[in-house]
């Protein structure tokens, strides 16, 4: 089975960067990065499958995801931080398709809060 912990969240400005780390388990076909504000539906950001990358976009352009292969580890580098930002992000695996949709994806991590203020 598939085991996802996300890591690097925490309180930043507006104009600031993060980068956050999903450190996965097992084989994983799609490394999704989603966020959740209380009340929404979760919202697909980016994804990553092989060498292709999908954002969405609201955040192209100021996110970038990408794969460490010998650490197992997919990150999100967020720059300059908007409070639209704020939300807990979390990292999803699928093996079925590599796409925006939360539906489609089968393991979830435990959630990382990212908090952006003026």
């Known amino acids: 089975q598939v085991q996802l912990v996300e890591t690097g969240g925490g309180s930043v400005q507006t104009g600031g960067s993060l980068r956050l780390s999903c450190a996965a388990s097992?084989?994983?076909?799609?490394i999704g990065w989603f966020r959740q504000i209380p009340g929404k539906e979760r919202e697909g950001v980016a994804a990553i499958r092989g060498g292709g990358t999908i954002y969405a976009a609201s955040v192209k352009g100021r996110f970038t995801i990408s794969r460490d292969g010998a650490k197992n580890t997919v990150y999100l580098d967020i720059n300059s931080l908007k409070t639209d930002d704020t939300a807990v992000y979390y990292c999803a695996a699928s093996y079925y398709q590599c796409a925006l949709t939360a539906g489609r994806f089968d393991y979830w991590g435990q959630g990382t809060q990212v908090t952006v203020s003026s």
């Open positions: 097992g084989y994983t076909y799609c």
